[in-house]
């Protein structure tokens, strides 16, 4: 089920005001780049989840809590990449949380500073992936399945599919 938008005659779809209104605030954002900021980090946070559209600013809400702490009272181009390394390294969160947290505070600054523009977060390494264990059925499960079905034709074939092919192709 999508969004509803409701027509407006006078300023067009709703959808297009929404967007209109995230692009006026980066376009003022541009301007505002231009001007030296002594800015404290706190403060500039607010000013970045404001281009942030409706979901995208509740979760970067919370992912950028975590830079509040280490950098709060901080001007946000005073902050090193060896800060940011002491901080990421600090955050004890799952590693698919902490790339979350680090593509927040990557996009901060693309956002406050431009994408060519300072970027100290651009030296975290996103935390790995973690391993997927292969979903399969044990040999022991395939054993009580074969011996609950009837004897058939069928059977017999499964049974030497199952045996003939390696432990891997049994994934589901």
Not at 87 to 94: E, L, M, Q, T, V
């Amino acid at each position: 089920a999508g969004r509803k938008y409701v027509e407006d005659a006078q300023h067009g779809p709703a959808w297009f005001r929404d967007e209109r209104k995230r692009v006026q605030a980066r376009e003022r954002l541009k301007v505002e780049r231009t001007v030296a900021q002594s800015d404290a980090f706190r403060a500039d946070v607010p000013r970045f989840l404001q281009t942030l559209s409706g979901g995208h600013r509740v979760n970067s809400e919370g992912y950028m809590r975590h830079w509040l702490q280490p950098f709060g009272d901080s001007p946000r181009n005073s902050i090193t990449e060896l800060d940011v390394q002491t901080a990421f390294a600090a955050i004890s969160k799952a590693n698919s949380t902490k790339r979350h947290i680090r593509r927040a505070l990557v996009k901060f600054y693309e956002t406050l500073n431009g994408i060519s523009g300072y970027n100290p977060a651009r030296i975290l390494t996103p935390p790995p992936k973690a391993q997927e264990e292969a979903r399969a059925i044990p040999y022991a499960m395939i054993e009580k399945i074969f011996a609950a079905l009837q004897p058939s034709r069928a059977r017999a074939r499964l049974k030497v599919l199952a045996r003939s092919l390696p432990a891997r192709s049994l994934v589901c």
